[in-house]
């Protein structure tokens, strides 16, 4: 059965997420639609890259992922529909592509399906359903787009390497309060070379050992570990470590070893 993922900033309260299911299953009615998530913030791309990244490898190849960020038409922001690793993707070209992936798509065209502009008002419905069913049903890229071979960019923040140190930031906090930094497993161990470390963060808190899993400290204490996407996290177990500990987006963590 053909699958299409829905990552967007619709929310739960409005007619609007039902509008574009409903759409989807006029056009393909037997399609199996997965709800990855609608409560993304108004136009937060770098939260929806971030959790599209993170689970859409979990998905059988030939998964459409239609991406509902910022895709109010304008003549500067272009639709692309995209193949990567097997995975379609549907979306603005508004620099959430390159946040979520990390090499050379397959293939890339922008969409050329495009109805009367001034009865485009709900460009999800009108443009975007139509590529992902087509894709859905074993269409070609090429018959829904112009190939074009370049995608909008937005620039990761990059964490800070030094000799002994590692200087990262914050940039994700999931439902349970758990913390992830942009320093990733293979960043951390390359610099660390089976060194012991200190990781300080705000209100001069510190860890100094990695756990493998959230309950390997006792319920209301802070641990620090590699979680499902590969980053670091800081954690409490069994609380909220980003209100207890006073973390938010952007903050900067610090990892000395020694």
Known sequence: MAIITLTTDLGYKDFYQA???GSILS??????????????????????AFILKNCFNY??????HLIGIDTVYSEDNKYLAIKYKGHYFVGSDNGIFSLIFDDTPEEIVEINIMQDLKFLHFPLADIFVKAACHLAKGGKL??????????????????VIEKDMIKGSVIFIDSFQN??????KDLFTKVQKGRNFTLSFKRNETINQLSWHYNEVPEG????????????????????????LGLHINDMIRIEFH
């Open 27 to 48: 056009t393909l009615p037997d399609v199996n639609i997965i709800d990855i998530t609608h409560e993304i913030q108004a136009f937060n791309i770098s939260r929806a």
């Open 179 to 184: 913390v992830v930094t942009n320093v990733s």
């Open 142 to 159: 090429a018959e829904i787009g112009i190939p074009t071979s370049g995608i909008e960019h937005r620039m990761h923040l990059h964490p």
């Open 59 to 64: 998905f059988p190849k030939g998964t459409v």
């Open 19 to 21: 509008a574009l299911k």
């Open 221 to 244: 204490e802070k641990l620090c570990l590699f979680g499902i996407s590969n980053h670091l996290e800081i954690a409490i177990n069994k609380g909220k470590a980003s209100g207890l």
